[in-house]
């Protein structure tokens, strides 16, 4: 009997926490190891109003003060003698005013929040001028209470910095997604609008967590069914789950839409016919969805249709669906990703088709600009075209999903590489014309902004696939919220409410994630290398890839090797696309000796023999990136390894797996790159390295057929 005691204890000691798969989110309100320093703030909460958002948010709340002390809380509407919390607007409730200062108040705007302590006898207040800034309220303190912050004289004002902070899905209308890896898409188009899937509440629950206030629900190669009345019922249904939540539901609008579901002979933008078609279909979607929030549109662009089929511009295009969306306060975002007709250079595509219609577009339109000039690349400096558009507000499109960075295998956090952008100079309006003041409307005064993340989430039971994907959902949140935000800052927070507090895991790992960006640049595309994955599916390295028709689809058109260098020459000598930016930057990226070494070949064909900054020649200055990150790589499998004790161990071992898949890959990639270059430099991988296991023609015949995410 003993003994079988003893086994059992020992089996309940080994393995104490819980098997979890991932569903919850950051929004895991389990109980802390302590609650009871929490119970004085937390006396008869009450929060007040009684709106679908007040609903919602005393839902929200109840479920998080229940599950994080282990008691069950009723929140009240209207506070009594002993409530210590207390959440409302002025309109919703008279002890509001007295508990925060009319300055605050008028600092937060529509959307922002102020959580106080501190001004009158220990109640916690926490307030905004609407609902929907309580909600958000209430969300940023359970954040608190999740990752054990002081609740002692808090005083926090917080309002967004930028206005539309957008997800964008590239999910197709038969449940495929674009450059998706975590399963089918979440709207089951089929079932909607009668089975409203408890996903979509979830769903709605976790952006608004973030400050996340806007959905375009279809993939930017639309297809113009979705404007059809059957699904507009469907985005009906959807735009009503959300709304409680204060997003607002986007669509993507297939330019030829008149023609393809209207029985119009042209979709020309300055046709009448077409205009009144637009706002035809635009009164339509409002009657069904009077906070609709606009359309995105992708317009010739990789084939699809747009104003130049007719001879028109961007700007024609743009403002005709403007003017149909503009008396119901709807907007328009028309993306930059443009690379239709030939050029020297495609890095300059997007520049040369845009510059020219600064201050054209109508007040309702953004142009949505992908960080890089090329597309979504580990690492791209910026587009030009942010600091070259004073007369239009541009929003930030950055990619969540991660097509060219792991896809659904590889931990990668993407908050560094955010900021890393956000925090570049454009040198637009002299120094410190930073993209972050650019996009958020500070620099040019607009008072239209917007950052945007393509969406990573799919119908995978945690989401995102990767259990590290869903930081970088988080992170575009945050990040659109409040973009003074760190990264290690945003890291801490979602590792908290997403696994434990236990510094014990939350600091190793949040070096791991910090450092995830560099070491994933390092085994794929160091040093500045670009598009050098497979083609169409870009799952792994295909650096040799010469046989598309287009040379801008082909990898050897990025990188350039050669018997005397590698690299592309972007300066005067070259393609001279560094006449894009800011004579700043062209002085520094244009000289060689001064160009910082990540984007060394995006600008520079650089002879093998060149001396980098560590003394290594530019040839060995590439081996030691390639097999410096795999040694960091084996390094985090290690440091994962010694962390099981700390978490659940269904998501421990997914990660462990993975991790080990992430190994097995960038070794990979090390080698397949560094024997196609060495067919240029004619140089050894040096004696130290352990060297490849097998010769370039092995991985050159590697091929893969059902590729999760590829485009039709
Ligand atoms: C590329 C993707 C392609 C997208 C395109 C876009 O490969 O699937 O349609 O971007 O952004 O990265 O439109």
């Known amino acids: 009997m003993k003994a079988i005691i003893t086994i059992l204890l020992s089996f309940v000691s080994i393995s104490p926490i819980q098997a979890e798969n991932g569903y919850e989110l950051w929004l895991r309100y389990h109980r802390l190891a302590d609650p009871r320093p929490l119970a004085q703030f937390l006396t008869a909460p009450a929060v007040c109003g009684n709106s679908p958002v007040i609903a919602a948010a005393r839902e929200e709340?109840?479920?998080?003060?229940?599950?994080?002390?282990?008691?069950?809380?009723?929140?009240?509407?209207?506070?009594?003698?002993?409530?210590?919390?207390?959440?409302?607007t002025p309109a919703s409730s008279r002890v509001i005013p007295t508990l925060v200062s009319s300055h605050d108040l008028a600092a937060i705007g529509e959307e922002g929040f102020i959580i106080t302590n501190t001004i009158s006898n220990g109640r916690t207040a926490i307030a905004a001028n609407t609902d929907i800034g309580v909600l958000y309220g209430i969300f940023h303190f359970i954040r608190l209470l999740q990752t054990q912050q002081p609740l002692q004289r808090l005083h926090i004002v917080s309002t967004p910095k930028i206005k539309l902070r957008l997800l964008d899905h590239w999910d197709n209308l038969d449940r495929t997604v674009e450059r998706g890896y975590a399963g089918a898409s979440i709207w089951n188009w089929h079932h909607l609008p009668d089975v409203l899937d408890q996903r979509y509440t979830d769903y709605a629950r976790a952006n608004a967590s973030i400050g996340i206030n806007g959905a375009v629900l279809t993939n930017v190669n639309a297809d113009a069914q979705v404007l059809t009345r059957p699904y507009l019922e469907k985005?009906?249904?959807?735009?009503?789950?959300?709304?409680?939540y204060g997003i607002k539901v986007y669509l993507t609008a297939r330019f030829s839409a008149p023609v393809e579901i209207g029985g119009l002979r042209t979709a020309d933008p300055l046709n009448d016919t077409v205009q009144l078609w637009w706002k035809e279909k635009a009164r339509e979607i409002y009657s069904l969805v009077p906070d609709f929030g606009g359309f995105l549109v992708k317009a010739n662009s990789e084939g699809q249709p747009g104003p130049q089929d007719y001879s028109r511009t961007h700007a024609d295009g743009a403002n005709m669906l403007a003017a149909a969306l503009a008396p119901f306060r709807g907007i328009v975002m028309w993306r930059a990703f443009v690379y239709s007709q030939q050029s020297s250079d495609r890095f300059k595509q997007a520049y040369e088709e845009f510059t020219p219609l600064d201050g054209r577009f109508s007040p309702h339109v953004l142009v949505q600009v992908k960080n890089g000039p090329i597309d979504f690349q580990p690492r791209e400096p910026f587009s030009p075209l942010f600091g070259a558009m004073p007369h239009t507000p541009l929003m930030m499109e950055f990619q969540l999903t991660q097509e060219y960075t792991g896809q659904g295998t590889h931990l990668l956090f993407e908050a560094p590489m955010f900021r890393e952008v956000l925090d570049a100079d454009t040198y637009s309006k002299g120094s410190g014309s930073t993209i972050a003041r650019t996009i958020d409307g500070s620099l040019d005064q607009f008072p239209l902004s917007g950052m945007a993340g393509v969406s990573n989430i799919g119908s995978d039971i945690n989401w995102c696939g990767h259990p590290f994907a869903q930081a970088n959902w988080y992170a575009l949140g945050r990040l659109s919220w409040d973009h003074s935000l760190s990264s290690a800052q945003i890291a801490d927070e979602w590792l908290r409410q997403t696994f434990t507090n236990d510094p014990a895991f939350v600091v190793p790992v949040k070096k791991i994630m910090l450092r995830s960006h560099d070491l994933l640049v390092n085994y794929m595309t160091p040093l500045g290398l670009a598009h050098i994955m497979y083609n169409g599916h870009h799952y792994g390295p295909m650096p040799w890839g010469n046989s598309l028709g287009r040379p801008?689809?082909?990898?050897?058109?990025?990188?350039?090797?050669?018997?005397?260098?590698?690299?592309?020459?972007?300066?005067?000598?070259?393609?001279?696309?560094?006449?894009?930016?800011?004579?700043?930057?062209?002085?520094?990226?244009?000289n060689l000796d001064r160009c910082p070494e990540e984007y060394l070949f995006w600008f520079h064909h650089v002879p093998w023999q060149h001396r980098m900054r560590s003394g290594r020649t530019c040839w060995e200055e590439l081996c030691y990136r390639y097999y410096a990150a795999t040694d960091s790589m084996k390094a985090v499998v290690q440091a994962w390894g010694e962390l099981g004790k700390y978490i659940d161990t269904e998501r421990y071992h997914l990660v462990q797996q993975l991790l080990n898949v992430q190994l097995k890959e960038a070794i990979w990639w090390r080698n397949a790159c560094l024997l196609y270059f060495q067919t240029f430099s004619r140089k050894p991988i040096p004696g130290v390295y352990e060297q490849p296991d097998h010769p370039l023609e092995y991985y050159r015949q590697l091929r893969f057929v059902f590729v999760p995410g590829q485009s039709k």
């Open 552 to 590: 801008d689809w082909n990898p050897v058109y990025y990188h350039r090797a050669d018997s005397t260098g590698i690299g592309f020459n972007r300066t005067e000598t070259g393609s001279n696309a560094l006449s894009q930016y800011a004579p700043e930057l062209q002085a520094q990226f244009g």
């Open 235 to 244: 985005v009906k249904a959807l735009a009503g789950v959300f709304r409680p």
């Open 61 to 88: 709340l109840t479920k998080a003060l229940s599950g994080l002390t282990g008691h069950s809380y009723t929140i009240l509407s209207t506070p009594n003698p002993r409530t210590s919390f207390i959440a409302g």
